[in-house]
């Protein structure tokens, strides 16, 4: 048990990263950037999105699968990600267009000419015309990529201080966590906080640099970013929970004063945990915008973290794939259901909307996992293994 | 033999009502003793307040050759300063393996990243099967704590203690559940234990008390009624009539 490799503890590793492999090759034969193109772009950008959902997932299991956090603001970690990569791609972009009008002019423009055009450009939307603060960093690749990580990380570092030596636990917590992802929402909705209000950042789809190139392309290699974040997200996090860190988590989870009384300070355990998780939706936020084309406040709403805890149930709380599972069956389907897919049903006297009646759909779902398979569909895997070894 | 743990004159009431009132005892190291008392004298809460989940209104803890006040730290700290407890209804993490139970308790660096770091050791290794063999589970190593009968689990727990390697052991009823053999070899565990560390037990069954043949306190309504060897307390006239009942 001890020793080997995280591929042979954990035997979910090697299949998973097997299958993760496998689909990766599969889209990539579809695509329509480097296969057959029987995959829309459209499509290949869903796939590559739920990947990216998948992640967020996988860090929520970490935290509440496993040690017991029920956190209900994680999305904002993510959205917090998104908005970190926003602002460089959207600066670049508008410079790049700013920059080729200008072009034309008799007398070449000079730096501090572009960069207030561009400026103009961004923030007339909000009735702005000056970069905001928090831009000071938006025109270096390097230092955003820094924010992506350091913005979550940061914000769940000094919120998780405060929550876990004040001892704020369970429902509490949860409800706290909530309140933050809602302040942070209803900030971001404002005019004048600097990231476009409302509006939020948008034309996220363009990548600087790579103008030429169709999105044909571009969606391929998000896609497969997306699916390499999530491989190495899936062996660190098993090899994160397969270890001595992994029984004091789950411990802190059944028991925590119990592993107080141990000698271990549990609040540092959760903050490690939080953060380390809040880093891992900020990167999954990263990757997921730029891929949607577009953020905004919204983003962020209580609701979408709610619906990150409930991916982990649907899935199976503690085993890792469980969460990855959850996450894409329910993201895809409610693709399906809201993106007009699937087709209305006429009862005579009243017609089914699927759109609307999705969220039923779901509720009713959740209610039906918790009932008769508590352990979530990865609980099925349990059934198959143990046939397995009858 | 050194004092290892004062404390003084503590109070502490819950909702009006003392749960502790000025209750002062010392414990030296090596030293063994039992704390005996009917319900609600005050065993429980009086194990609280020295690994820190409870604080005192009042009083002082002091702990160590440098009398350090328990006061001011944290369980955890506790804990690590040497403190150890073993409670009343077992508590082990029954979700995992016996193994992993006594791996986590094993004396080591308790921060988080020296655990994400931890190797196993051919000396952890061997403590812990050490200790298995000693509580009597070195054939359930891989099975869940929860699958364990509530002797078993109890063992677990005394084993986890034991890695844990404290100072201080404070044994809140560990013969609850346990047959007669499983009593004596308790009893025999504990008494070897109290050669080099200070320990205190609060039990009920006298016959266990009498075997641990230590000095003993009695409490009532929290505080110290009587101390002294068995004999000397079970004589005493207001012994026999808050414990015994007469």
């Known amino acids: ?50 990947l990216c959902l998948c992640l967020a997932a996988l860090a929520m299991d970490l935290v509440w699968g496993y040690c017991g956090i029920l956190s209900l603001g994680h999305f904002a970690f993510f959205g917090l990600g998104g908005y970190m990569i926003g602002m460089w791609l959207m600066t670049a972009r508008t410079e790049a267009v700013v920059r080729a009008n200008l072009a034309g002019n008799v007398i070449p423009p000079t730096e501090a000419e ?20 928090m831009w000071a960093v938006s025109d270096s690749l390097v230092l955003s990529l820094l924010l992506v990580v350091l913005i979550p990380g940061l914000l769940a570092l000094v919120f998780g201080w405060l929550a876990f030596r004040s001892r704020v636990t369970g429902v509490y917590l949860s409800i706290l966590t909530q309140a933050m992802t809602l302040a942070l929402s209803l900030y971001l909705f404002q005019n004048d906080t600097g990231l476009r209000g409302n509006n939020g950042l948008s ?51 059944d028991d925590e004063q119990r592993v107080r009384f141990l000698g271990y300070r549990v609040e ?15 990167i999954a936020g990263a990757l997921y915008y730029p891929q949607a084309g577009i953020i905004n406040p919204d983003e962020i709403a209580p609701i979408a973290s709610i619906y990150l805890a ?69 609980g099925l895997v349990d059934l198959i293994v143990r046939k397995d070894k009858a | 033999m050194s004092t290892l743990l004062e404390v003084q004159g503590i109070s502490v009431t819950f909702d009006g009502f ?62 690590q300063a040497g403190v150890g407890r073993k409670f009343q209804r077992p508590t082990v993490f029954e979700d995992q393996t016996v193994w992993d139970n006594l791996r986590i308790a094993l004396k080591k660096p308790r921060g988080p990243f020296s655990s994400l770091l931890d190797r196993v050791s051919a000396e952890d290794r061997t403590r812990i099967d050490e200790i298995a063999t000693e509580i009597g589970l070195a054939h359930h190593l891989q099975r869940q704590a929860g699958v364990l009968s509530h002797g078993q689990k109890q063992w677990l727990e005394i084993g986890m203690l034991l890695a844990q390697d404290p100072r201080l052991l404070l044994v809140d009823e560990p013969a609850a559940g346990m047959t007669t053999e499983e ?11 109290a050669r080099n ?50």
């Not at chain 1, 990855?324 to 895809?332: D, E, N, R, T």
């Not at chain 2, 008390?209 to 307390?233: F, N, W, Y």
Request: aromatic share 10%.
């Open chain 1, 1 to 50: 048990m001890e020793g080997k490799s995280i591929f042979t503890r954990n035997r979910s590793v090697p299949i998973f990263i097997g299958l993760l492999a496998l689909f990766t090759l599969g889209v990539t034969i579809l695509s329509e950037g480097y296969g057959t193109g029987a995959l829309s772009v459209s499509f290949t950008k869903v796939l590559g999105m739920t």
């Open chain 1, 114 to 133: 572009v960069s207030t055009a561009t400026a103009l450009q961004i923030f007339s939307v909000v009735g702005a015309e000056d970069w905001p603060w």
């Open chain 1, 203 to 253: 034309g996220l789809q363009n990548i600087p640099g790579a103008e030429g190139i169709g999105q044909d392309r571009i969606s391929i290699w998000f896609f497969w970013a997306s699916a390499l974040a999530l491989g190495i997200a899936y062996i660190g996090a098993a090899w994160v929970v397969s270890g001595k860190f992994g029984n004091i988590v789950r411990a802190i989870r």
């Open chain 1, 268 to 282: 540092g355990y959760k903050l490690f945990v939080f953060t380390l998780t809040a880093v891992i939706c900020g």
């Open chain 1, 310 to 378: 409930v991916w982990v149930a649907i899935g199976g709380r503690g085993r890792l794939y469980g969460a990855v599972i959850g996450a894409a069956v329910v993201s895809l389907l409610s693709t399906y259901f809201t993106g007009g897919r699937a087709p209305d049903i006429d009862l005579g006297i009243y017609t089914i909307e699927w759109v609307d009646w999705w969220p039923v759909l779901l509720g009713l779902g959740f209610v039906l996992v918790t009932l008769f398979a508590p352990k979530g569909l990865g």
């Open chain 2, 18 to 79: 003392r749960a502790i009132n000025n209750l002062s005892f010392t414990i030296g190291q090596p030293e063994m003793r039992a704390v005996i008392g009917p319900n609600g004298a005050g065993k429980t809460t009086f194990m609280d307040i020295v690994t820190g989940k409870t604080r005192p209104d009042e009083g002082s803890v002091r702990w160590g050759e440098m009398g350090h006040s328990l006061l001011s730290m944290s369980e955890a700290q506790i804990a």
């Open chain 2, 183 to 193: 009593r004596n070899h308790t009893t025999d565990l504990l008494k070897r234990l």
């Open chain 2, 197 to 246: 560390h200070a320990v205190v037990v609060v039990e009920h069954d006298m016959e266990f008390v009498r075997r641990l043949d230590c000095k003993v306190t009695v409490l009532h309504e929290g505080s110290v009624l009587a101390e002294g060897t068995l004999d000397h307390v079970m004589a005493d006239e207001r012994v026999i009539e808050v414990y015994l009942g007469r």
